[in-house]
């Protein structure tokens, strides 16, 4: 069983900069993939940033050049550094982990960017 923990979400101002944060409970040296996922409001939930296990890091159109995720493995964590943040970021920001064939969600941080 993998528990995740996110933390780092707020209230910023557009134009500013969050970094959110995933714990994971265990190693996550043999996670097959991390990433972050969003869900605005009324909307399906939406991959953000993934990073699989010895692959490339790819991204949502809408965030390129603006997020960038990142794995620390020694603190067993997960990251996003989101910049030039825009109202349309605003979310419920989830971490995913996919390891043995299972999907673990975090409980999720809230993120929003005022106008």
């Known amino acids: 069983q993998v528990q995740l923990a996110e933390s780092g979400g707020g209230l910023v101002q557009a134009g500013g900069s969050l970094r959110l944060s995933c714990a994971a409970s265990?190693?996550?040296?043999?996670?097959?993939?991390m990433a972050w996922y969003r869900q605005a409001p009324g909307k399906q939930r939406e991959m953000v940033a993934r990073?699989?296990?010895?692959?490339?890091?790819n991204y949502a159109d809408s965030v390129k050049g603006r997020f960038t995720i990142s794995r620390d493995n020694v603190k067993k964590s997960l990251y996003l550094q989101m910049n030039s943040l825009k109202p349309e970021d605003t979310a419920v920001y989830y971490c995913?982990?996919?390891?043995?064939?299972?999907?673990?969600w975090g409980q999720g941080t809230q993120v929003t960017v005022s106008s």
């Open positions: 995913n982990v996919q390891v043995g064939g299972l999907v673990y």
């Open positions: 990073m699989p296990r010895g692959g490339i890091t």
């Open positions: 265990v190693s996550i040296l043999s996670f097959n993939n």
